[in-house]
């Protein structure tokens, strides 16, 4: 067995120390974020957010194309990778103040969700398969990510994967308990 690390292992890597979110916004929002380089979910609230870190990645689903309009979108429109680690708030108006995260995005191109409804894991066989999109953000599985970053014209590669990768290590360590050594005892 060669000691070298094959793309699976390390795709299979990425996806236990990565985690991949789904997010749900218009359209027309998604858009914004997109030319801003950021992602807010939630009407800019901060809870959801706490739960994604840096090197997750994150594909919006757009149920429809403008705000607040019946017009029927349904589709993933933006997919990118979180810079930022926690949310910050920006003033948008006196009475809004949403909490976001910078995000370098990888896509903007669009993907009907329609196509692979039996494709991917948390739509598969399910008749209320938009339901869970009312949560605002969720998480869903590496596979099922790479299923739609490969229908929006993104290829995960072994730079990123290993980015990803690396990332999870420094992780890793900031959570292990610190080793004090007095300069004595040497």
């Not at 218009?26 to 380089?37: F, I, L, T």
């Not at 949403?98 to 329609?114: G, K, N």
Request: aromatic share 10%; glycine share 4%; net charge negative.
């Amino acid at each position: 067995m060669s000691m070298q690390q094959t793309n699976s292992d390390r795709e299979n890597d990425a996806a236990s120390t990565s985690r991949c979110w789904i997010a749900v916004a218009s359209a027309d929002h998604v858009a914004r974020g997109y030319a801003g380089g950021f992602m807010q979910v939630c009407h800019g609230k901060q809870g959801p957010l706490k739960r994604v870190k840096p090197n997750d990645l994150v594909v919006y689903y757009s149920p429809t194309f403008i705000y607040q309009q019946k017009d029927t979108c349904q589709s993933f429109t933006a997919l990118g990778l979180v810079s930022s680690t926690v949310p910050y708030q920006v003033v948008m108006s006196d009475d809004f103040v949403p909490y976001r995260h910078d995000v370098a995005w990888l896509s903007e191109q669009q993907c009907l969700i329609r196509p692979l409804l039996q494709t991917l894991s948390f739509t598969r066989d399910n008749p209320r398969w938009g339901y869970q999109f009312r949560l605002g953000l969720f998480e869903i599985p590496f596979e099922d990510m790479q299923v739609i970053a490969h229908q929006m014209g993104v290829q995960f590669s072994e730079d990123l994967l290993e980015d990803l990768e690396l990332a999870a290590i420094v992780k890793e360590r900031e959570n292990e308990p610190s080793v004090k050594v007095d300069i004595d005892d040497l």
